[in-house]
């Protein structure tokens, strides 16, 4: 899925071809829910036929029945094309402006003070889709630090979709893409690409060199160990039932240090009470004092 600035299945019509029937739809529901997390409501079934009649024809399978079996036989291998198939990333540079405004204003000036002898930061973008999201987050960190003292900054990058790793990790993009970016940024992070990569720009190496990409499930096991200043995980749990997202919020609130922030999307929020944080803006959150929340 794309974690972060993404929308699951866009309303696009089912095209003609295989049905897919009530049997193979249950069977996809319960395997997307149960290694995703993602909720398919039965409201879905056109739009998973219509994504994945891609997939089949890729596959060379002639019905929803056998590509349910292929998944059965194949595994975790075509569980990625499953879930790859069935997420849309939208996404743009600058998305939800306030975030990194806030992130330039005081989320990384209050990191500074706490890391002021590590002087350390540590930024998790979860749910990075195509890159947008962690190179705004370089950017405005590369702006934020003060020029001449070196800080151990590193960005990591994350998300279900394999493909979107891959692209953000090339760093390349279309220049109509870019229209958020304010031209100072524009000019001071990219570089305008030539031969073929004419009408596309590319993320200059000191801003790139910042970000770590990998794919990572956030429903299974987190090889990091944290302390993070900032997470981002926007547009993502949207897709959870309640229990899923408590629980990945619990896990949030044990890798961020104390003090540190929770930037989710526009329209998640956190129950009031879910300790150990703090509502402090438009869907940011801060986590208290010293207690972390276990996994």
């Known amino acids: 899925m794309s974690h972060s600035a993404s929308n699951l299945m866009s309303s696009e019509p089912a095209p003609l071809g295989p049905v897919l029937g009530d049997a193979e ?43 349910c079996a292929h998944v059965r036989e194949s595994g975790p291998e075509e569980l990625v094309g499953l879930i790859n198939a069935l997420t849309t990333n939208v996404t743009s540079f600058f998305r939800e402006n306030h975030h990194f405004e806030a992130l330039a204003s005081y989320m990384i000036p209050e990191a500074m003070k706490r890391n002021q ?9 979860a749910g990075c889709s195509s890159g947008e999201e962690p190179y705004c987050i370089a950017m405005v960190a590369t702006e934020a630090l003060p020029a001449g003292v070196r800080w151990d900054t590193k960005i990591l990058a994350t998300d279900i979709d394999s493909d979107m790793i891959a692209y953000g990790q090339r760093g390349v993009y279309p220049v109509d893409r870019l229209s958020s970016v304010p031209a100072e940024r524009l000019r001071r ?25 990998r794919t990572l499930n956030l429903m299974q096991n987190w090889p990091m160990s944290g302390p993070f200043d900032v997470i981002f995980c926007r547009n993502v749990m949207i897709y959870f039932d309640q229990a899923t997202r408590e629980r990945i919020v619990s896990r949030f609130a044990s890798l961020l240090a104390p003090g540190g922030y929770l930037c989710l999307g526009h329209s998640e929020s956190i129950h009031a009470g879910s300790a150990p944080f703090r509502l402090v803006g438009k869907t940011i959150y801060r986590k208290q004092g010293n207690e972390a929340l276990k996994n």
């Open 117 to 125: 002898v590590s002087r350390r930061l540590r930024i998790w973008s």
């Open 189 to 213: 992070c990219f570089r305008k690409g030539i031969g073929a990569n004419a009408g596309h720009a590319l993320v200059q190496p000191d801003i790139a060199r910042l970000i770590t990409f």
């Open 25 to 67: 739809f249950d069977f996809i529901r319960h395997v997307v829910g149960e290694n995703a997390g993602i909720v398919l409501g039965p409201n879905k079934r056109q739009l998973v036929q219509g994504r994945l009649a891609r997939r089949l024809r890729e596959l060379g399978l002639p019905s929803y029945e056998a590509y």
